[in-house]
């Protein structure tokens, strides 16, 4: 027996859409990628939780020109040991005056050279 569009509408909710937008980056680049169109499925309790993760991730991807650097490190950073590498990737206050940053970074990638004793990283926001 095929269910009844009343118990079909009694056991299932209908999705929501959350969006956020940021005009200046498309007027400052022309050639940024405008992923608006495309939908990521997320699965939330509420629209609230939804436009919460939204925002986290928008306020990542929206940044005009987001701090992306690639350091060497002389002293032990011990990261898979002291410094976990997951659940999440680790995150380290850089510290550089010549170009003006002060702020904690998500290291995307790193490299220890046994030769040298140093740690090669890279970092973003």
């Known amino acids: 027996m095929p269910a009844l569009p009343a118990d079909i ?3 299932t909710t209908d999705g929501v ?12 680049f022309s050639d940024a990628q405008d992923g608006g169109e495309v939908e990521i499925e997320m699965f939330y309790d509420t629209e609230a939780d939804a ?7 928008f306020a990542i991807v929206s940044q005009i020109a987001p701090p992306h650097m690639a350091l060497e490190i002389a002293e032990t950073i ?3 040991t002291d410094i976990p590498i997951a659940p999440q990737a680790p995150c380290l206050r850089v510290i550089d005056a010549e170009s003006g940053i002060d702020d ?22």
Do not use: C, F, H
Not at 17 to 28: C, H, Q, R, W
Not at 51 to 57: F, G, Y
């Open 9 to 11: 509408a009694k056991y």
């Open 17 to 28: 859409v959350v969006t956020a937008s940021n005009p200046a980056i498309k007027t400052s």
């Open 51 to 57: 436009q919460w993760a939204l925002n986290e991730r």
């Open 78 to 80: 011990a990261l898979g």
């Open 104 to 125: 904690t970074l998500r290291v995307i990638s790193y490299a220890y050279e046994m030769n040298s004793d140093r740690y090669s990283i890279e970092v973003m926001k």
